[in-house]
Nanobody
Framework: QVQLVESGGGLVQPGGSLRLSCAAS????????MGWYRQAPGNQRDLVAV???????TYTDSVKGRFTISRDNAKNTVYLQMNSLKPEDTAVYYC?????????????????WGQGTQVTVSS
């Protein structure tokens, strides 16, 4: 099992910045990808950014040039630096982790989610 703990949400004015963090913990897992999704009221949960092990980050078009995803492999932690925030960025942000777990010689891939952190952009 993998546990994800998020931090860093809050209230910020338009044009401001926030940094989200998500730390993965557990045993016997290997991370394939970590990223962030967001869900605004009445909307589905959508991808914001994801970073694959050994790969380049991917962003949804609406955040390109404003958000930066990064990962500290030694700490199993992913970050989302959000700059030039807009009211339409307001949502609950969920950390996502895709990891392989090996049990009794069998490797299986699982998706894990954080509890969500609220980001509100408002004046």
């Amino acid at each position: 099992q993998v546990q994800l703990v998020e931090s860093g949400g809050g209230l910020v004015q338009p044009g401001g910045s926030l940094r989200l963090s998500c730390a993965a913990s557990g045993s016997g897992f290997r991370i394939n990808a970590m990223g962030w999704y967001r869900q605004a009221p009445g909307n589905q949960r959508d991808l914001v950014a994801v970073i694959y092990s050994g790969g380049s980050p991917t962003y949804t078009d609406s955040v390109k040039g404003r958000f930066t995803i990064s990962r500290d492999n030694a700490k199993n932690t992913v970050y989302l630096q959000m700059n030039s925030l807009k009211p339409e960025d307001t949502a609950v942000y969920y950390c996502y982790c895709n990891a392989d777990i090996e049990r009794a010689g069998t490797r299986m891939t699982y998706a894990y989610w954080g509890q969500g952190t609220q980001v509100t952009v408002s004046s």
